[in-house]
C-alpha cells in the first residue's frame, strides 16, 4: 500500500457521507424496537447489548488505571469483567458504573458520528473496538460472539454500498440506544423477586453507601436520557 491508498483510505474513514432518507431511518428504528421487545427475539440479540455492558467495564476499568485481567461472555448472555486493582475508590466506582450505562452511550456517540453523515466511521471505530475486545476474552463463546459481530461490521464496510452502510450503522445505533434500557429494568424486577442481589447496584451501594435504589434511578437516567438525545441526532433535530 503506497502513501497514495493511504491518503484514500484516511480520507474514506474521515470523510463524511450522504444523510439517508427518513423512511430508512424509520425503517431501521422499527427493526431495531422489534429486535429489543419480542423475548423471543431479545434472548438473542440480547447478546450484542452484553458485549458493550462487558466492554463498558473492560474499558473503564483500564482508562481508571486497574488491570483488565479478563473478560467472559456466556450464552445466557450474561457476563463477567475481572479486573484487578484497589477494591475500592473512583477507578472501582466507575468501573462497576460502567456496564448499563455503556450500550446508551455507545449508542448515544454513535449517533452524534451519524448525525455529522460519518457513516464509515462509525464502521471502522466499532471494528476497532470489537477487535481491540476480541484480544481480553477468554472463553469460547465470548470469543466466537465477538469475532462473529466484528466480521459483521468488518464485511459490511469493505462490500456494500453506501445505503447498506448507513442502514446498518442506523439500525446499530438504534438497537444500541432502545436494547441499552431493557436490561435496567430487568434488574430492577429480578432484585423485586429476590434474586440478582451481587448485581452492579449492590456493588455500588456497597462501594458508595448509597442505596441500590438511586443507582438504578442512575442508570434508568442515562439510558432514557441517551435514547432521547441519540433519536433526536438520528432525525436530525
Do not use: C
Amino acid at each position: 500500500m503506497d502513501i497514495a491508498d493511504i491518503d484514500e483510505l484516511w480520507n474514506r474513514v474521515t470523510g463524511t457521507q450522504p444523510e439517508p432518507e427518513l423512511w430508512l431511518i424509520l425503517v431501521t428504528a422499527a427493526l431495531a424496537l422489534a429486535a429489543v421487545t419480542p423475548f423471543g427475539v431479545w434472548r438473542l440479540s440480547r447478546n450484542t447489548i452484553t458485549i458493550a455492558h462487558e466492554g463498558g467495564h473492560g474499558l473503564v476499568a483500564l482508562l481508571t488505571g486497574r488491570r483488565l485481567e479478563g473478560i467472559r461472555l456466556h450464552s445466557d448472555t450474561s457476563g463477567l469483567t475481572v479486573s484487578r486493582g484497589k477494591p475500592s475508590g473512583f477507578g472501582m466506582i466507575l468501573t462497576a458504573a460502567a456496564g448499563y450505562t455503556a450500550p446508551s452511550l455507545l449508542g448515544l456517540g454513535g449517533a452524534a458520528l451519524l448525525s455529522q453523515g460519518r457513516i464509515t466511521a462509525l464502521l471502522w471505530g466499532a471494528t476497532g473496538l470489537l477487535l481491540a475486545l476480541l484480544v481480553m476474552v477468554r472463553n469460547a463463546y465470548g470469543m466466537l460472539t465477538v469475532l462473529l459481530t466484528g466480521a459483521a461490521f468488518l464485511l459490511v464496510s469493505w462490500l456494500t454500498e453506501p445505503d447498506v452502510q448507513a442502514g446498518f450503522a442506523y439500525l446499530v445505533v438504534w438497537f444500541l440506544l432502545l436494547g441499552g434500557v431493557r436490561p435496567v429494568f430487568e434488574l430492577q424486577t429480578k432484585r423485586r423477586r429476590g434474586a440478582a442481589r451481587d448485581s452492579d447496584a449492590d456493588q455500588l451501594s456497597r462501594l458508595t453507601h448509597v442505596p441500590a435504589p438511586m443507582w438504578f434511578f442512575f442508570f434508568h437516567a442515562v439510558t432514557l436520557t441517551s435514547l432521547i438525545g441519540g433519536g433526536r441526532w438520528l432525525f436530525g433535530m
